[in-house]
Nanobody, 115 residues
Framework: QVQLVESGGGSVQTGGSLRLSCAAS????????MSWYRQFPGMQRELVAT???????TYADFVKGRFTVSKDDAENTAWLQMNNLKPEDSATYYC?????????WGEGTLVTVSS
């Protein structure tokens, strides 16, 4: 059964950093595109960053220069390094893999940035 497990969320002050992790089971980052999304209460999820199986990364404009997505195929783990965090980054962050047009999601990890 495919499983994605996020971790690393927490509370930080403005300007701080967090590193989110996504560990995958029964699905490979090496064979699929993965993405990080975030969701504000009452809102739809929005795309934060995407990492192709070849390692090419793209970012939403609101995180460019601050967030970095990476992975280790051998560990089947992906990360989202978040620097210079702002209060508007406070959200639940989700790991996603799309395989054969099917989306797989983790349960999310909460990030709170205080001013």
């Amino acid at each position: 059964q495919v499983q994605l497990v996020e971790s690393g969320g927490g509370s930080v002050q403005t300007g701080g950093s967090l590193r989110l992790s996504c560990a995958a089971s029964y699905i490979s980052f090496s064979l699929n595109t993965m993405s990080w999304y975030r969701q504000f209460p009452g809102m739809q999820r929005e795309l934060v960053a995407t990492l192709t199986r070849a390692g090419g990364a793209t970012y939403a404009d609101f995180v460019k220069g601050r967030f970095t997505v990476s992975k280790d195929d051998a560990e089947n783990t992906a990360w989202l390094q978040m620097n210079n965090l702002k209060p508007e980054d406070s959200a639940t962050y989700y790991c996603n893999i799309r395989r054969n047009y099917v989306d797989y999601w983790g349960e999310g990890t909460l990030v709170t940035v205080s001013s």
